[in-house]
């Protein structure tokens, strides 16, 4: 049996590691992060974070800084060759960051590690899982792991939960031998970090499609760039793209442009592979970021994927290894996050279908049909939130119920941005939700009624103490969006831990939201 002092396991000091370190250590929990790497990675496979990803930051006092350091993308336009043929805006977000934050994955590590040592957890390096068992499937059942740590010496550990966020090649994954199910494409591509002289945007993505391949500009600012481009000489190479290497695919896909690119930070050759698991969850053992998902970098959505993978998780982690949570509350991970990877994967593949087509018929069509369809407001609308992440929701897990409830945000759905009132006082929606607690957004004139069955022997007196209770009312400049979203008269909501509703009613809802909490908060 676990002993629910021990530790949590996360196996890789990655950007989704790390998060799941830092919630749990935040939420309370003692934790172990441990990676087989003697020093953090200087290098950046990814680059952009997203508003949804931000917005969850923001919360935990992280996204300031952020911010600060990178470069903001007002979206992406299309060139066919040189010629400019459609863009996709994302100012148009209905979040404060409405951008796209370009950011070296190596700093998001970084502000991510300090934070955490700030909560009293070092990164144990290098420290190698090399084996583990688990006795059973129950969340009292302990998992035991051996890690073998930078000077040779094995360590026998008990942990009441692993969270398996080591990578493409991870050892739990393989360990079980869990099929990982997808394809690996065999078009290969470059990518280089470096400078250019020369007409680049530094405020947008330049996405160049041609019959003679792909090539993507991301600006990080001041002149530095990230060139991604697709690599006819990758099945020869056998070391890194040089400057004069990456000089000449710029001019093989995008003749004509007068830039010169120079003093390389570094530069690697990759091929994508599409993949993920049929389940997040192994008994105790959890898969977060690229142990249980890889794809195309198209998007940008990969390690925003992983960061809130481990949100999602760590929560419900805690809650239940603090006894405030039922053990099947961890089945709502699989629940809620699967249907976001499919989503995510699949749009991903068909970003690279269209970006990696060398074949002329198939380039003409598509710099015929890309202007057209993303002038239409609903693609750019869609499309934005997509790409934000602000559009994933989770309204088919088995945590999400509606009972009556008004207006279109609905259980399963991220709260909105927006302003409202409280108590005569103007704030920010995200600013009344506590990322540690529940919340229960009171609207109309159910709030004196509400609060009494907190009270005493209230109907829903025994979780008080994880609740917060804010009575909101629209605010005078953004009264429209309040009602399109929380509907007309009394209403309730009751919020998750990381800003999702979890449950939407009105308010006589309260048996209906008794009978929710019962199911996934009953306290031990």
């Not at 897990?397 to 009972?403: E, F, K, L, T, V």
């Amino acid at each position: 049996m676990a002993d629910p002092h021990d530790p949590i396991l996360v196996i890789g000091a990655g950007p989704t590691g790390l998060t799941a370190a830092l919630e749990l250590a935040r939420l309370g929990v003692a934790v172990r992060v441990v990676d087989r790497q003697a020093e953090p990675s200087t290098t950046s496979r990814a680059l952009a974070v997203q508003a949804r990803t931000l917005e969850l930051f923001d919360q935990r006092g992280l996204a300031s800084e952020m911010v600060s350091l990178g470069n903001k993308a007002r979206g992406a336009a299309i060139f066919d060759g040189l010629r400019r043929i459609a863009e996709l805006d994302v100012a148009a977000v209905e979040s404060r960051f409405n951008f796209l934050l370009m950011l070296s994955q190596a700093e998001t590590e970084r502000i991510l590690r300090e934070h955490l040592v700030a909560r009293g957890v070092s990164i144990e390096r290098p420290a190698e899982l090399i084996a583990f068992s688990q006795s059973g499937a129950e969340a009292t059942d302990a998992v035991r792991a051996v890690l073998r740590h930078g000077d040779g010496r094995l360590e026998d550990v008990r942990t009441p939960y692993l969270i398996d966020a080591e990578g493409t090649h991870a050892t739990v994954r393989r360990t079980l031998r869990l099929p990982f199910a997808g394809v690996s494409h065999e078009q290969g591509f470059a990518l280089a970090d470096l400078y250019a002289d020369g007409p680049v945007a530094m405020d947008e993505i330049s996405i160049h499609l041609s019959e003679h391949g792909f090539l993507g500009i991301f600006p990080m600012g001041n002149g530095h760039i990230r060139i991604i481009a697709s690599d006819p000489s990758e099945s020869t190479a056998t070391s890194p793209p040089t400057v004069d290497e990456m000089q000449r695919l710029l001019e093989r896909v995008v003749g004509g442009m007068s830039v010169t690119l120079r003093d390389l930070v570094w530069s690697s050759r990759f091929h994508v592979n599409a993949r993920m698991l049929a389940s997040l969850r192994c008994g105790n053992v959890f898969f977060a970021g690229d142990s249980a998902h890889v794809h195309s970098p198209a998007g940008g959505q990969g390690m925003n994927t992983g960061i809130q993978d481990a949100i999602d998780l760590a929560w419900k982690v805690a809650f239940v290894a603090r006894g405030e949570a039922t053990p099947k509350l961890l089945d709502t991970y699989d629940q809620d996050r699967l249907p976001v990877i499919r989503r995510v994967l699949s749009a991903s593949e068909g970003m690279l279908a269209i970006a990696a087509g060398e074949h002329p018929l198939a380039h003409r069509l598509v710099a015929f049909v890309a202007p057209l369809f993303l002038s239409m407001g609903v693609v750019q609308r869609i499309g934005g939130a997509t790409i934000a992440e602000t559009a994933v929701h989770y309204r088919a897990s088995g945590i999400s119920m509606n009972d009556n409830a008004r207006g279109n945000v609905k259980a399963g759905d991220r709260v909105p941005e927006l302003e409202v009132r409280v108590a005569g006082r103007e704030t920010r929606l995200a600013d009344l939700l506590d990322p540690s607690r529940l919340t229960l957004l009171v609207a109309g004139d159910g709030s004196a009624a509400l609060g009494g069955l907190f009270d005493g022997e209230g109907a829903l007196a025994r979780w008080r103490a994880m609740i917060d209770v804010r009575p909101i009312e629209p605010a005078s400049a953004s009264a429209a969006r309040f009602v399109n979203a929380f509907g007309r008269g009394d209403g309730v909501w009751l919020v998750r831990p990381d800003s999702y509703v979890g449950f939407a009613g009105a308010t006589a809802s309260v048996p209906a939201l008794r009978t929710w909490l019962e199911t996934w908060f009953e306290r031990a």
